[in-house]
T-cell receptor, first 113, second 114 residues
Framework: GDSVTQMEGPVTLSEEAFLTINCTYT??????LFWYVQYPGEGLQLLLK?????DKGSNKGFEATYRKETTSFHLEKGSVQVSDSAVYFC????????????FGKGTSLLVTP | DTAVSQTPKYLVTQMGNDKSIKCEQN?????MYWYKQDSKKFLKIMFS???????INETVPNRFSPKSPDKAHLNLHINSLELGDSAVYFC?????????????FGSGTRLTVV
């Protein structure tokens, strides 16, 4: 079945450092790809998405590009802030799973001043 | 004006009890979902309903029974609660067709079974 694999956390960075969180997927069809963010004690918020190959999603300085050839959707940000500390989830949705979101295990990010 | 609202936010109960979690969305979405987040933050789909019809029913104990009285509501009833049911349960809804582009999540219900 479809699956999403994310790099294990926790990731600890200093403020203004460059962030990369790796995400790869396995899917039989043509999924849509997403990054969600969960701040402490809160629900999930959509950070960005891409619905087809070579699409780039971007929001709040975060970017991710849908790479079909490497089945990847890595999340990047050039300069992280303390307020970016959260858990980040990569996810896909596809027709063979009823379009439900299939999540990776999440990567915890801690940004220190 | 909360888009997807769940109640209660916190639920502490004893093993063997029966409890319900309610979810309502005011976005006019056709599809609603229940997800379970375990202690390691792993999120897994449990159920989805499209316009009151059950679409997804993952491998979930039959002690869990979703009920959708209308497309704006999807409640989750849990019988004979067990310690392993302790988790955060998220309701969500989506529109823009079936591709999940318009997912909105509730703020979660933290269930603790003692």
């Amino acid at each position: 079945g479809d699956s999403v694999t994310q790099m294990e956390g926790p990731v600890t960075l200093s403020e203004e450092a460059f962030l990369t969180i790796n995400c790869t997927y396995t899917a039989t069809g043509y999924p849509s790809l997403f990054w969600y963010v969960q701040y402490p004690g809160e629900g999930l918020q959509l950070l960005l998405k891409a619905t087809k190959a070579d699409d780039k999603g971007s929001n709040k300085g975060f970017e991710a590009t849908y790479r079909k050839e490497t089945t990847s959707f890595h999340l990047e940000k050039g300069s992280v802030q303390v307020s970016d500390s959260a858990v980040y989830f990569c996810a896909l949705s596809a027709s063979n799973s009823g379009y439900a979101l299939n999540f990776g295990k999440g990567t915890s990010l801690l940004v220190t001043p | 004006d909360t888009a997807v609202s769940q109640t209660p936010k916190y639920l502490v109960t004893q093993m063997g009890n029966d409890k319900s979690i309610k979810c309502e969305q005011n976005l006019g979405h056709d599809t609603m979902y229940w997800y379970k987040q375990d202690s390691k933050k792993f999120l897994k789909i449990m159920f989805s309903y499209n316009n009151k019809e059950l679409i997804i029913n993952e491998t979930v104990p039959n002690r869990f029974s979703p009920k959708s009285p209308d497309k704006a509501h999807l409640n989750l009833h849990i019988n004979s609660l067990e310690l392993g049911d302790s988790a955060v349960y998220f309701c969500a809804s989506s529109q823009e067709g079936p591709r999940g582009n318009g997912y909105t999540f509730g703020s979660g219900t933290r269930l603790t079974v003692v």
